[in-house]
């Protein structure tokens, strides 16, 4: 499998690529994902493909920061990871600000869980620098989004919501080969609706553009197994084992190694 980036290509000989989460943020769920070069070196040593760093916790009920500070909490970071390693980091952000300044610091990959609605100049600066995009689903704003869970047809949705902003990316500039989707698990969505975009997570968009799926010990995973954030790696283990079997072609992880080591599972029974 491979992912072609601004100037260089990587690949895994893996089902999917493993994203790991460093979050630069006082309150993101899951303690143990907040950090900075320490977490992320000990990431990479785990076998991560990717990193991806945020530096705006979009947990429910979180609130937005503004730009200055989310560029002050990821920006260092990434200058000291690129003074150890050359691993591909994507930015969690939605704003034009931040991610023009990550790339300066040496940045590879935008994830925007607004899917450029956000901030318009955002996708004129993808194209312009030939990164990839991740687009996320989500329905409204995290502070609000989890009190609007309902849908007429969940899959269908999301789905027609990915594949218009698909459209949109690519009538804007960026290479149909660059756009990444994500299905938006935990963003104004109920367990059952969870549950079915893990079942037909490559079934979106026709399947004409990698799935990412970002489960790891994630409420729904909770809802699943009856355990706190701090005890759901089990869980998000199989989760992503079945959303690879399913189709997704990246999974955002908390736990690397262990994720590695399913996926190597995973290959050897092929």
Known sequence: MELQLA?????????????????????????????????????????????????????????????????????????????????????????????????????????????LEDDERLVSLAAQTSIPVILMHKRGIPSEMQKSTDYDDIFREVDSYLSSRADYAARNGISESKIIVDPGIGFGKSLEGNALLIKKCGQLCGGKYPVLMALSRKTCIGQMTGRDASDRLFGTVAANLISVQNGASLVRVHDVASCRDSLAVLKSLR
């Open 7 to 115: 100037s260089r290509k990587i690949s895994t000989d893996m089902d999917a690529f493993v994203m790991g989460i460093v979050n630069c943020t006082p309150d993101s769920f899951y303690e143990k994902s907040r950090g900075g070069l320490e977490l992320a070196l000990k990431l990479i040593e785990d076998g991560a493909d990717i990193l991806d760093i945020g530096g705006e916790s979009t947990r429910p009920g979180s609130l937005y920061v503004d730009e200055s500070e989310e560029i002050n909490r990821v920006v260092p970071v990434i200058r000291e990871i690129r003074k150890h390693s050359d691993i591909p980091i994507s930015v969690d952000t939605r704003k034009y600000a931040v991610m023009k300044a990550c790339l300066d610091a040496g940045a590879d990959i935008l994830n925007d869980v607004s899917a």
